[in-house]
């Protein structure tokens, strides 16, 4: 019961074969992935032929797209872009002077100065995008990258903001994005969950609901690996043998076969019978992910599994089982930031300038390892690696020493899966407090996302309340300025 | 009150609009050298194109904001908000605020600012007067041309669409099959099957039956003995006889609660950040266990929702302690809370959408939420219904309620209080029955005492020589420690210009006393003054308006919480025991004092909790000002945010620390200008005493009020005295005329003047001569040379009365609290142009859905008017209460809804599958009082509800989705069901019923902020309904088998399949233990043989009897785990870990999560 994920299993056995030799020559039944029929969105059905054996089988996109895959690194807190990817001189100019723009009202109200970046900033790789300081490692993959500098958020508050980046809906509830693009093309991978969260150690506020499935099934939702042995609920069996355990499901096999005689076959109950067969080989596979000893001591310095500053060693973790997650065919990683002590998230009230220096360091090489290491993997053009936080920060300060929430305008990135590398795409005015130029909206993000995986974001839809609903609602555009 | 459009920001906008009517009064022309013409094909009508028409033109894909810039008429026309270019006007023109990007809300076009350069092109063109060319003219033809912007046409939909035509009553059908139905809903049924060529499946046998009945009526399996004995039952009515029972039964309102806590989006804390508790939600669903258990009409539960806080006579539970029908109020604020909003007015949008949604899903089957933007797209609900809702909310608030012992306490109150009157009435009388002596003397001491100062210069205290005194005293035959007093309250008077004997102490001051002439100017001067004060007091700063009034009763609405605060004010002039700030002081009885000002007040003994909340009001000065003693806690609500935690907003709440006095104590709240908002006042939890006289908004301080003595005045004023004694005799007039009214039980106002002209904007008088008797008379009393014995008498009598009171006060019972609406005065919504709050439209007056109740329903006269909105909803005219509620519990019980959607019955929904049957079910249920436990059985002992699950060739080929219900559908057991089943048959199920919830037990999965305490692996045992639901820390299992995220209704919940399903009941730690206990009980019966326990557990988890190869197959497996456990064979039969296995097996079969 090894891997059985396509992008490395070179010839991946057929799924009937597959269930034939896992189930004992039980499974190959016909399998409704589920019972809720009518919910379906009528497209997808149409679209979709009746999944397979798995309830979240691989589905074609709508068109064809470069990528596969979607690596989330979600920078919580909301990252400061005009100390990293969006740089101001003119705050250095008028550093401590009263700010000059008309500021709005933010979450602390206590506006100061324009304060001055820290952190100096250098054009980076052939196409000299300018990063600063804190990200010197991420800065050397410039040319792997599309900086958004026009990013907007809709909300100024931490979980509203968030809710709205993972959902597409300020308020929680809603479907996450990586439950849509698993509704969507459901997962190259049959012993994993189709959408993982890893989760460093900071659940962003908004809690868990920030993964779940929201109205869709409930298959959908993000499965949440934590860095800790198992990593996933209930995944080691509780029997002191594994015998044991393989008794129990060989007579569950059989009397599940005596009930379905008494009551007929009914596909919602051997959907469920099947269902066994993939936990089963979750309980192999998931250890499988997680046993890094196979992996060469050069990669591991690569990421810095080993760094000394512990969250940089845990994030680097992070990054790698997001690499095998993608190796292993799952849709849709996200990764969370690793807690720091004394420093809360991004969130840099006060205390910018030592709060972003742990941070940054915290996630500068895990990341850049990664990129590395997808790249010469050759995975990296099947998968879209998107960095973001919830907003940016103000240019003016919060305090002396510290910057409030900024949704008006922030930057993000995103890397490989057919995008636009190597280039920036929209400004900020020219103190980086509120974007003018090329403005892109948390909703054309998700639009741009999608459109990535070859989804038409107003097409992926379903059936709820009365509506169809679309992770986009009704907005989104997709941003073709940093499509490749 | 109608709601003001708030948002400065906005206010030029509206001004706009009127000022636009007229800009456009006078076209523009182009000009006549045609160099308009130019800069306009030149530079204008290309950056239109290209970056404008996109949105707004007659090609647009999808206009936005109703707005076309491509001719001159459309542009005139404007969009939503009306005309966006004001000619000549570029300041005034919302195209020109649009480009520039001045408003965050408004920024044109969206993906970026246009150059600076063609900013300024636009500017100067609409400097120019916005000429369009004539060429161009014919804007009529263009605009016609345009998109189709399908009108709204609110009775073309109504028409239209089957769910808003009223109930048909409808005959049952003539079937074939005659022998098949067992109640007329069966025919129709029959009728459709019949109408295909189906028969309806066979009856399920017993077995079948009894789970299938349990599992829906309680939730629960059947023992093993509770099936053998149906099974065994050869009466008539065994059937019946099940149903009845489990419809009896505690546990049937613990199953259909939980369905109905779907609906309401049930969760106990708060979500968002930090997952904030609310405490007291688990008091709404034992309210909803209670309600479905005691059958409560369903007319009178949606009404106990809407607005059970308003029924004149609510429901009181058996015992007549609890009052059931406000605690229904609660689900309107289950919903999430954000703390720290920066924008406080869109997160009061979208809670109130958020509460629509929810009242609109649950009872109408509509989804009002999605006109809140726009009117629907699909429904026959326009925007202005929408809005119109929102005013019910927005005109009511949240409160924590004593819902019990409501009228027990009401009566001991009002014992007390008699009590406190008459103690206070006797005192006064006792004390001043002592005093009136020396007050029919009044003039005498008087005179004396002002002959007895001599005349000094001001500044300099006069010496009074106790010789002359005495020889005073004699002289006139007084008393002289009486004399004495009158000297010390003219010394006093005579330093203060409006003490009510101040008048006489001047005249005595300046040596009038002794000359038998009065000095008239000095006594006008004393006049004056005090005239001048009430001047001074009834000046008012300009532009402040009042936000409540409590001096003057009935001037407001009298909002409060239970009983602290009484049934309104207590006037100026009346008798209280003190405002006892300590609890010594209560326990002795209290002191009498006398009221100067209306106010309302505290329970002066601290008896009832409670609050008094303010009308909603607009927040229209930078300070609030409270008039206010005691101490205690103003909150000022502002557009209903309540959630007060973390940087903003803090400053909502306000500690009072005022002392025994009234003053005026300010409240900055110029952040929330433009704001609606309301005012709580809660009274101390130590010293129980707060007064609030009135609330004011005004930018400067409001005076303190006048403390001339009205009545004293009009005596003195009227006909001015000639002599000093003339006046002393005046005095001495007025003095017993009011000691004869405090001690004959007087009423207040008889010593003030007339409470017309007390209001808060003017208190021309205070009754303080009558304070200053009260406070006095014991001084007055002649013996007072021994002080003690005059007041022994009196305190012996007063700790009496303390001792009755205090047995009243025993009687008094603490009431739990549960969240609840408040009902205010009535405040009307604005239409919210694109949904948001920016852009204010026309008002919204309440009202119910237009195309159900009509056009024109009578205006709301009082209060948030949600009884009306009750009773407009559940008229039996209304069509979507009683269907919606036939189609839950056919949903429940078969599956599928006749209407599959069953929180939509709109045009997106689903259509009816047997319309016929659904009205039929209705108009049954109306005609059965509402009774949904009658409607239940209905169904249980239809045959409909009795066939097997098998369905038939045919059946899977003509109608594979089984609409026509031609057997019963195979179902999943929902996630309570399923935890409740193991702990049922392990033995653990706690049977307890209600309280305050268990604590969610946390799983080392489970992190994030707010992170609460664990709670039991096995949640104590109890009914997974009591597991508290954290809406950030929700249950792994709960959320595995799919119970719904607590944001929106969800009356069908979706059955999903993922490997988390079977990987909790493989190693869950929960599922193993309770196996490890089930084996422990199957083990517990020494004499059984392996076989007997092996059927005996497949009775506990199935209700039936395994057949022989499942026995078999199980005996075999519990040879091999011993094996393998290396137990000897003699051992395998009895070793518990076998049996567990066993155990943990049956549970993982699927038979056990699914019925058929």
């Given amino acids: 019961m090894t891997h059985h994920c396509r992008n490395f299993a070179p010839q991946p056995l057929s799924r009937r074969e597959m269930l034939a030799k896992c189930a004992g020559g039980f499974g190959a039944v016909a399998l409704a992935a589920l019972a809720c029929e009518r919910s379906f969105g009528a497209e997808l059905i149409a679209a979709h032929p009746a999944p397979a054996a798995i309830p979240f089988a691989s589905r074609p996109p709508h068109f064809s797209a470069k990528a596969k895959n979607v690596i989330f690194l979600y920078m919580d807190g909301g990252p400061s872009h005009v100390d990293t990817f969006d740089p101001k001189p003119r705050l250095a100019k008028e550093n401590g002077q009263p700010f000059k723009m008309k500021m709005e009202p933010t979450q602390f109200n206590s506006h100061g100065a324009t304060l001055a970046s820290p952190w100096a900033f250098t054009p980076r790789g052939q196409c000299g995008t300018p990063v600063s300081a804190l990200f010197p490692l991420v800065g050397a993959r410039a040319d792997d990258l599309v900086v958004v500098r026009s990013m907007v958020s809709d909300f100024p508050e931490h979980t509203t903001a968030n809710c709205f980046l993972h959902t597409g809906h300020g308020q929680l509830g809603r479907p996450s994005m990586g439950a849509w693009a698993t509704y969507g093309l459901g997962s190259e991978c049959d012993n994993l969950p189709g959408f993982v969260v890893l989760n460093g150690g900071l659940i962003p506020p908004g809690g868990s609901d920030n993964f779940s499935s929201g109205f869709l099934p409930a298959t959908y939702q993000a499965s949440i690996f934590k860095p800790q042995s198992p990593p996933v609920a209930n995944i080691n069996p509780t029997e002191s043998q594994p015998r044991l355990q393989q008794n129990k499901l060989a007579l569950m096999r059989k009397l599940d076969r005596h009930s379905l005689d008494r009551i007929g076959h009914v596909d919602a109950v051997e959907s469920a019978i099947a269902n066994y067969e993939l936990a089963f080989r979750m309980q192999m596979a998931v250890p499988e992910l997680t046993d890094l000893s196979g992996e060469t001591a050069a990669t591991e310095a690569l990421y810095g599994l080993h760094a000394k500053f512990a969250p940089t060693a845990t994030f680097a973790r992070e990054c790698l089982l997001a690499r095998r997650l993608i190796e292993r065919g799952v849709r849709f990683v996200e990764l969370t930031c690793p807690a720091i002590g004394g420093n809360d998230r991004w969130d840099q009230h006060g205390g910018l300038k030592a709060g972003h220096a742990q941070n940054a360091l915290a996630v500068d090489r895990p990341i850049a390892g990664l990129l590395t290491d997808l790249k010469s993997r050759g995975l990296l053009d099947s998968t879209l690696v998107v960095w973001s936080g919830e907003f940016g920060r103000t240019p003016f300060a919060q305090g002396t020493d510290g910057r409030d929430h900024n949704p008006f305008g922030f930057s993000i990135w995103l890397a490989g899966g057919g995008v636009r590398s190597g280039t920036t795409y929209g400004a900020t005015d020219e103190y980086g407090y509120k974007a003018i130029e090329n403005k892109v909206n948390v909703h054309d993000l998700h639009a741009t996302m999608l459109h990535l995986l070859g989804l038409d974001h107003k097409r992926l839809t379903y059936r709820f309340g009365g509506r169809d609903m679309r992770l986009t609602d009704v907005f989104g555009k997709v941003v073709t300025g940093i499509v490749g | ?1156």
């Avoid at chain 2, 409808?170 to 019949?194: H, M, N």
């Avoid at chain 2, 909002?559 to 405002?579: H, K, M, N, S």
């Fill in chain 2, 1 to 1156: 009150m109608n709601r003001n459009p708030r948002h400065h920001r906005l206010r030029p906008a509206v001004v706009l609009l009127i000022l636009v009517g007229i800009g456009w009064l006078s076209p523009a022309r182009a000009r006549a050298d045609g160099s308009d013409t130019e800069f306009f094909e030149k530079k204008i009508r290309p950056l239109l194109v290209e970056s404008c028409y996109e949105c707004h033109s007659s090609h647009s894909k999808e206009l936005k904001g109703e707005l076309r810039l491509d001719s001159a008429e459309t542009l005139k026309v404007g969009g939503e908000t009306g005309p966006v270019v004001t000619p000549g006007s570029p300041e005034k023109s919302r195209l020109i605020e649009a480009v520039r990007y001045q408003d965050p809300n408004l920024q044109m076009p969206p993906t970026g600012r246009l150059a600076g350069s063609k900013i300024d092109d636009l500017t100067e063109w609409v400097k120019r007067g916005a000429p369009w060319p004539e060429a161009d003219g014919h804007g009529a033809v263009a605009a016609a041309d345009g998109p189709a912007k399908s009108k709204f046409d609110l009775q073309k939909r109504k028409a239209a669409h089957w769910a808003w035509q009223p109930l048909r009553s409808v005959f049952p059908p003539a079937v074939k099959g005659e022998g098949w139905p067992a109640d007329p809903l069966d025919k129709f049924v029959l009728s459709r099957l019949e109408g295909k060529g189906l028969a309806p499946a066979a009856a399920a046998d017993r077995r079948t039956l009894i789970r299938r009945a349990y599992f829906d009526l309680i939730g629960l399996p059947p023992t093993p003995e509770q099936a053998r004995q149906f099974v065994a039952d050869a009466s008539p009515d065994a059937w019946a006889k099940v149903v009845d029972g489990l419809l009896a039964s505690p546990q049937f309102g613990e199953r259909w609660a939980r369905h109905w806590l779907d609906l309401v989006r049930y969760a106990e804390t708060r979500g968002h950040e930090f997952d904030y508790d609310a405490p007291s939600a688990w008091q709404y669903r034992d309210y909803l266990i209670r309600a479905f258990n005691a059958d409560v009409p369903y007319n009178q539960f949606v009404t106990e929702h809407i607005a059970g806080d308003l029924l004149e006579h609510p429901r009181i539970d058996p015992a007549g302690e609890t009052n059931e029908s406000v605690l229904a109020t609660a689900f309107w604020l289950l919903g999430d809370w954000v703390h720290s909003p920066v924008d406080i007015r869109l997160d009061e949008t979208d809670r109130v959408d958020n509460q629509i949604d929810v009242m609109g899903k649950t009872f109408l089957g509509l989804t009002l939420g999605c006109a809140r933007c726009h009117d629907h797209k699909f429904d026959a609900i326009s925007t202005k219904d929408y809005y119109s809702l929102a005013g019910f909310l927005e005109s009511s608030s949240c409160r924590d309620v004593h819902f019990k012992w409501q009228e027990h306490n009401r009566q001991v109150a009002e014992r007390i209080a008699a009590h406190d009157r008459e103690t206070a009435a006797n005192v006064v009388k006792q004390s001043l029955t002592a005093a009136r002596p020396s007050l029919d003397r009044m003039a005498d001491y008087l005179t004396a005492a002002a002959l007895s100062i001599d005349a000094v210069a001001p500044g300099v205290k006069p010496l009074v020589d106790a010789e002359r005194v005495q020889t005073r005293a004699r002289h006139d035959s007084l008393d002289p420690a009486q004399l004495s007093f009158w000297i010390e309250q003219l010394k006093t008077a005579g330093a203060d210009a409006l003490h009510p004997f101040h008048p006489l102490a001047l005249l005595a001051k300046h040596g009038q006393a002794a000359t038998p002439d009065l000095a008239p100017k000095l006594l006008d001067s004393a006049i004056a003054a005090w005239k001048a004060d009430q001047a001074r007091a009834a000046a008012w700063p300009k532009g402040a308006t009042i936000v409540a009034d409590y001096h003057s009763p009935g001037a407001q609405p009298w909002i409060v919480e239970d009983l602290a605060f009484g049934a309104g004010p207590i006037r100026g002039g009346d008798l209280q025991l003190t405002y006892a700030n300590s609890k010594a002081n209560r326990a002795a009885g209290g002191a009498v004092a006398l009221a100067l000002e209306t106010a309302a007040v505290s329970s002066p003994a601290g008896d009832f909790p409670g609050m008094l909340r303010t009308p909603e009001f607009t927040i229209a000065a930078p300070l609030v000002w409270y008039r206010v003693a005691g101490a205690g806690e103003a909150f000022i609500v502002v557009d209903s945010h309540r959630m007060i935690a973390g940087p903003l907003h803090a400053g909502t709440k306000q500690a009072i620390n005022a002392g025994p006095n009234l003053v005026w104590q300010a409240r900055d709240v110029r952040a929330y200008l433009g704001e609606r908002a309301h005012i709580e006042f809660t009274p101390d939890q130590r010293s129980h005493f707060l007064a609030i006289a009135a609330v004011i908004q005004s930018e400067s301080a409001p005076p303190e009020p006048s403390r001339v003595d009205g009545k004293l005045l009009e005596a003195i004023a009227n006909s001015p005295p000639q002599s000093v004694a003339e006046l002393a005799k005046r005095y001495q007039r007025v003095a017993c005329h009011m000691a004869d009214m405090l001690a004959q039980n007087h009423r207040g106002d008889e010593l003030t003047p007339p409470a017309a002209t007390t209001t808060a904007l003017g208190s021309p008088s205070q009754p303080v001569l009558a304070q200053w008797l009260v406070q006095n008379a014991e001084s007055l009393a002649p013996s007072s040379k021994s002080p003690a014995a005059v007041s022994d008498p009196v305190a012996h009598w007063l700790a009496d009365r303390a001792m009755g009171r205090a047995e009243l006060v025993a009687q008094i019972k603490t009431s739990p609290v549960a969240l609840a609406l408040l009902d205010g005065n009535g405040v009307d919504e604005h239409v919210l142009i694109r949904g948001s709050h920016k852009t204010p439209g026309e008002p919204a007056p309440r009202r119910f859905l237009e195309a159900i109740a009509g056009p024109s329903q009578p205006a709301i006269i009082s209060g948030s008017g949600r009884l009306e909105l009750a009773r407009r909803m559940t008229d039996p005219n209304n069509p979507f209460v009683s269907r919606v509620m036939v189609n839950r519990i056919w949903h429940h019980l078969l599956g599928r809804g006749i209407v599959a959607s069953v929180d939509n019955f709109g045009v997106l929904g689903d259509a009816p599958t047997n319309p016929e049957l659904l009205d039929y079910l209705a108009t049954e249920f109306i005609r059965d009082n509402w009774s949904i436990k009658r409607m239940i059985r209905r169904v249980a002992l239809s045959s409909t509800y009795r066939m097997s699950s098998r369905p038939s060739e045919r059946s899977l080929e003509v109608d594979p989705n089984n609409t026509l219900m031609q057997h019963m559908p195979i179902r999943r057991l929902e996630s309570e069901a399923i935890r409740d089943s193991i702990l049922q048959i392990s033995g653990r199920l706690e049977r307890r019923q209600f309280g305050p919830s268990v604590e969610v037990h946390l799983t080392s999965f489970m992190d994030g902020r707010g992170k609460p305490a664990s709670g039991p692996l096995d949640g104590d045992g109890r009914r997974s309904i009591y597991l508290k639901v954290r809406r950030n820390f929700l249950s792994p299992m709960m959320m595995a088998f799919d119970e719904p995220l607590p944001y929106s209704t969800v009356g069908r919940r979706t059955v999903s399949n993922l490997p988390a399903q079977a990987l909790i009941l493989l190693n869950d730690p929960l599922v193993v233990e309770q196996a490890g206990r089930w084996a422990l009980a199957v083990l517990a019966d020494k004499t059984a043989t392996p076989r007997e326990r092996i059927a005996k557990m497949y009775e506990t988890a199935f209700a039936r009897l395994p057949s022989d190869i499942e026995r078999t197959d199980a005996e075999d497996f519990l040879q091999q785990q011993g094996e393998q456990l290396g137990l000897a064979p003699a051992a395998r039969a009895s070793d518990p870990r076998v049996w567990a296995d066993l155990c943990h097996v049956l549970l993982n079969v699927k038979e056990f999560i699914y019925i058929n």
